[in-house]
């Protein structure tokens, strides 16, 4: 069964600080994996997905096939980079999105 | 502008009141589906639908009804509400993994 995990509820950095939201997922075959991020009263939206290979807001994730992880990763965070971040996976050739849990990021001045 | 829609933002009712709260998106996407969010739980699909008159269950289905008579519009019924259905509601319509939500849905059930 298709699962996706991040292991923290809550992730509370300082400016400036390096940032690592981890997910991990399993799955069977060739997944596409994504990060949304929901801001504080605005809608959830699409942050970036694997097979982009971009970098969104300074934030960057790589696919890691032999650990299973997609961890999001920006060097130096910002106060506005606080909200909640979920990481997600999808079949190929499938719609169906299956979320993890969700991190909370809090960046302190 | 690429949009979903839904309504009510924010909706009190009280257990068994049939209620529906409408989803509708102009991207002329084929696949919707309807998640809840609740604490600790993330987001939760209830229902989903690849098409028009083509919809299945998601992974909370019970106490839910949805219909796709257009491709537009995908709402989502509570025939006999009750308290564990109160939660955060979202829709979304996606294509190839890029999903669109709408602002959300509050639903309190007292």
């Known amino acids: 069964a298709q699962r996706v995990t991040q292991p923290e509820k809550l992730l509370s950095v300082f400016k400036g600080a390096p940032v690592e939201l981890k997910c991990n997922y399993s799955?069977?075959?060739?997944?596409?994996l994504f990060w949304y991020v929901q801001y504080s009263r605005q809608r959830l939206q699409l942050l970036l997905r694997?097979?982009s290979r971009e970098s969104i807001k300074g934030f960057t994730a790589d696919l890691n096939k032999g650990e299973t992880s997609f961890h999001l990763k920006k060097p130096f965070a910002q106060e506005e980079d606080s909200a909640m971040y979920y990481c997600?996976?999808?079949?190929?050739?499938?719609?169906?999105?299956?979320f993890g849990t969700g991190t909370r990021l809090l960046v302190s001045p | 502008e690429a949009q979903v829609t839904q309504n009510p933002r924010y909706l009190i009712t009280v257990t068994g009141k049939k209620l529906t709260v409408t989803c509708s998106q102009n991207?002329?996407?084929?696949?919707m589906s309807w998640y809840r969010q609740d604490p600790g739980l993330g987001l939760r699909q209830i229902y989903y639908?690849?098409?028009?008159?083509?919809?299945d269950k998601g992974d909370v289905p019970e106490g839910y009804k949805v219909s796709r008579k257009e491709k537009r519009n995908f709402p989502l019924i509570l025939e006999s509400p009750s308290p564990n259905q109160t939660s955060l509601y979202f829709c979304?319509?996606?294509?190839?993994?890029?999903?669109?939500f709408g602002q959300g849905t509050r639903l309190t059930v007292v």
């Open positions: 979304a319509s996606s294509r190839s993994g890029r999903a669109f």
């Open positions: 799955y069977s075959g060739s997944p596409e």
């Open positions: 694997h097979i």
């Open positions: 997600a996976l999808k079949n190929t050739g499938f719609q169906k999105l299956v």
């Open positions: 991207m002329n996407h084929e696949y």
């Open positions: 639908s690849m098409n028009v008159e083509v919809t």
